[in-house]
């Protein structure tokens, strides 16, 4: 997928969201700010993980929407059991957790994570083949020889 005339209308994006975010902070709708979060932090990766300005669709597929998928099934899960369990004590944990909290520990750390780790282990060269790091390297030295020459 091709984001070379996307990428301004993406940072835009990412501002107003992060905007947005801190005013449903202010207004304490903090619910509505993670699942901003969650479109925020996707772009972010969309601009991080683009290879000349191109996103591979299979890295798009998996992990990426999946990890997005992820979180906010455990942004959901965690408000559904806090709002459960507003002004009681369960007769229960999740592997020693408040249940609302499991949540946030199973999917957004642990899924969340592992979901990433594994689309960029199976993916790596849709995102950073050794060719392209030799390139980036290559750059960099020419920048660093540049800099020492012109002092």
Known sequence: MDIQG??????????????????LGWYEMYMPGLYLGVLLMFLHMVLGVSVNHKVSKKFLIFPLIPWAVVWVISFYLSNMHANIFTGVMPNFTILGFHPSFSWTVLLYWIGGMLTLTWGFILYKDEWLSSSEWDEFKRKVELIDQGQKGGR
């Open 6 to 23: 996307k990428r301004t209308g993406i940072i835009v994006t990412i501002a107003l969201l992060w905007g947005a975010i801190s005013v």
